[in-house]
């Protein structure tokens, strides 16, 4: 998709998304092949029970972080070798590839704990949308977070719109229904606006999340992570059931 793309509007960003993410049929046996290897029940897991659990889980982490009482889980080679070639995580992340934001570090989580998709602006992409699929069909994920920061490069460049070298422009069209709605009011609007809209992609356009999130096996939220506290605030909050 080309930057002079940017003007679609969310609604027919959606509708794109949604076409964009079925999973092809052949891919069904790769699931299969993956469960059947142990995709589950990873050696020594300590899984949350409930994806509301899971949310808590990791929410309760990153307040140790931002507290400075992290307990620094799981991080050991012993871990890594524990789990072998296995892994049952119980979160899913998407994030933004900002090197300031190290996922596993800011909620107090190790190997094996928390499976992560970064990309610039946190977007939810045909690919990164397979990806978390795979975490949650696969590997038992039981929360999908989408994970904004304050004073994101990728939001402030959309916004500036201007003429940018290489494929940096494709990042454009996935972030600019973001900037039309927080129109005026800021960068850090932008951010939160931008992860209101991911979730909302994930969880209309990936058929094999929308039926997770109608069993109640997942839950799919947003927050946003600010450099100077430490601490990720909700933005968007799975339903109450």
Request: charged share 15%; aromatic share 4%; glycine share 12%.
């Amino acid at each position: 998709m080309e930057p002079q793309e940017q003007g679609i509007s969310r609604r027919q960003w959606l509708a794109r998304m949604g076409a964009a993410a079925v999973v092809p049929a052949a891919a069904a046996g790769v699931l299969a092949a993956q469960q059947s290897h142990g995709g589950h029940g990873a050696p020594g897991a300590r899984t949350p029970a409930t994806p509301e659990a899971a949310l808590r889980s990791l929410m309760e982490g990153n307040r140790r972080f931002a507290q400075g009482r992290a307990n620094n889980p799981n991080r050991t080679l012993a871990r890594l070798q524990e789990l072998g070639t296995r892994q049952a995580p119980f979160a899913a992340v998407l994030a933004c590839a900002d090197s300031r934001l190290p996922v596993e570090i800011l909620f107090d989580q190790g190997f094996g704990d928390v499976f992560v998709t970064r990309v610039a602006g946190n977007i939810a992409t045909s690919e990164v949308i397979g990806s978390l699929e795979y975490a949650t069909e696969v590997l038992g994920a039981k929360v999908v977070m989408v994970l904004g920061h304050s004073a994101c490069g990728a939001v402030k460049a959309t916004m500036d719109g201007q003429v940018v070298p290489g494929q940096i422009g494709s990042l454009y069209p996935y972030i600019h229904p973001a900037v039309e709605d927080a129109r005026g009011r800021g960068v850090d609007a932008v951010v939160e606006e931008n992860v209101r809209n991911q979730v909302d992609i994930l969880r209309a356009a990936s058929p094999v999340l929308a039926s997770a999130l109608r069993g109640g096996k997942v839950v799919v939220a947003g927050g946003m992570f600010n450099f100077r506290t430490g601490l990720v605030t909700p933005v968007v909050s799975p339903p109450r059931t």
